[in-house]
């Protein structure tokens, strides 16, 4: 959104730190859980983290899978995130393993 002053607000991708205006890029908050719950309407209250694309995304998943917990910054995405994720092509299912 523009405001009246000709203003757009940009943001920053976590992953590969290009900026970009706030509407084109993914919004994620930090659930209490520590995992990032995907918020589309950009209005969920909390620290908002942007990412700019499915590439980043599935980038951002990645290393998180394969780092210590330690070393990273969230958990991973709630379930209901990934499911909206992998709906929109965000992110590609995780296969179910059956036992």
């Known amino acids: 959104m523009i405001s009246s002053r000709g203003h ?3 943001r920053t991708c976590i992953v590969c730190r290009r900026r970009g205006p706030k509407t084109k890029l993914y919004r994620f908050v930090k ?3 520590g995992l990032l719950t995907f918020d589309p309407e950009q209005r969920r209250p909390g620290r908002g983290y942007y990412m700019c694309g499915a ?5 951002w998943h990645d290393a ?3 780092r210590s917990r330690k070393k990273t910054l969230f958990e ?4 209901t995130g ?3 994720l992998e709906r929109m ?3 590609q299912k995780q296969p179910t393993l059956h036992v």
Request: aromatic content about 4%.
């Open 82 to 84: 990934r499911e909206r």
């Open 64 to 66: 998180r899978t394969k």
């Open 31 to 33: 659930a209490e859980e």
């Open 55 to 59: 590439g980043c995304i599935r980038r």
């Open 89 to 91: 092509g965000l992110l």
């Open 76 to 79: 991973g995405f709630t379930a």
């Open 8 to 10: 757009l607000p940009e």
